[in-house]
């Protein structure tokens, strides 16, 4: 197996795991700020667990204060999960993901400024493209009441993709340091503001529990590895599958059927990243060959 084939299939079980977020925050009953308290409080825990069970003689020998890209990546993957959050609720969920899928775009352009990363054109293609079929899901028309969710999502966006070449320029090592941090940011910018983690209650504790334990960790130590083998703007690219797999799940177990619009860009997304492996792979073979 090539490295960017490996990769390809991290990222790909990376979103196809986090493709059951939207449909367990749509059954967790709680206001924005505790959600996001047991999210980053559940994401920390866990990892925490799994790396004393898996590697406690690691754990042992960590030096926080030797490793200051852990807090850069942490920061910004926490960024991108709060702002995500709060844009839901001040701007329309089409505006919060067609804003919050540009990070392929901010991934592109920092990795290039602060790695040297050349982003190629049928990269930068695939990038527009898919984008494309987001806007025919979504049919975007920005108002001005939405000034404030837009931007919160737009910060969002930068934080996802800012944590994507922090991961990059650190080749996916300690990949579960970067997320613990993140976690324990996030659940202290909801203490911050007001969250009450004891409001929690029924059946949502069991959702939390899956999205915080299972879904979350699981997602990000797999997109936290992909970097290492892919580069940080095709990384964010196969994230975009995301967006046609989350609406199949909420259709599946709630009945909610896609409209016209979702099969059109869907198709168009999915076509997109299926040509960009394809051409990806028979280009990594001349190369090894």
Not at 159 to 177: D, F, T
Not at 265 to 287: K, N, S
């Amino acid at each position: 197996m090539t490295p960017h084939i490996k990769g390809l299939l991290l990222a790909l079980l990376g979103v196809t795991i986090l493709s059951f977020d939207s449909l367990l925050v749509r059954l967790i009953r709680a206001d924005a700020w505790d959600l996001l308290f047991w999210r980053g409080a559940l994401l920390s825990l866990t990892l925490i667990l799994v790396q004393i069970a898996i590697q406690p003689r690691s754990v042992a020998r960590f030096r926080p204060y030797r490793a200051p890209l852990t807090y850069l990546g942490g920061t910004a993957f926490a960024a991108s999960m709060v702002f995500f959050v709060l844009a839901l609720h001040n701007t329309e969920v089409a505006s919060t993901l067609v804003i919050t899928n540009t990070a392929p775009f901010f991934a592109a352009v920092i990795a290039l400024v602060f790695l040297r990363e050349k982003l190629k054109i049928h990269t930068a293609v695939a990038i527009a493209v898919s984008t494309a079929g987001i806007w025919v899901i979504f049919e975007y028309e920005p108002s001005a009441g939405a000034v404030k969710g837009d931007m919160l999502a737009l910060i969002g966006a930068v934080g996802m993709a800012g944590y994507l070449v922090v991961m990059r320029a650190a080749n996916g090592a300690n990949g579960a340091s970067y997320l613990i941090a993140a976690g324990i940011i996030t659940a202290l910018a909801a203490l911050a503001n007001g969250a009450n983690p004891a409001a929690l209650h029924g059946e949502s504790i069991l959702f939390m529990a899956l999205l915080g334990c299972i879904v979350v960790p699981g997602s990000s130590l797999c997109i936290a590895r992909a970097p290492r083998y892919l580069p940080a703007a095709q990384t964010g690219l196969v994230l975009l599958l995301e967006i046609l797999l989350g609406p199949w799940f909420i259709y599946l177990f709630l009945g909610e059927s896609p409209s016209d619009n979702d099969i059109a860009g869907g198709a168009l997304v999915l076509l997109t990243l299926v040509a960009h492996t394809i051409w990806e792979a028979r280009h990594a073979e001349r190369e090894n060959a």
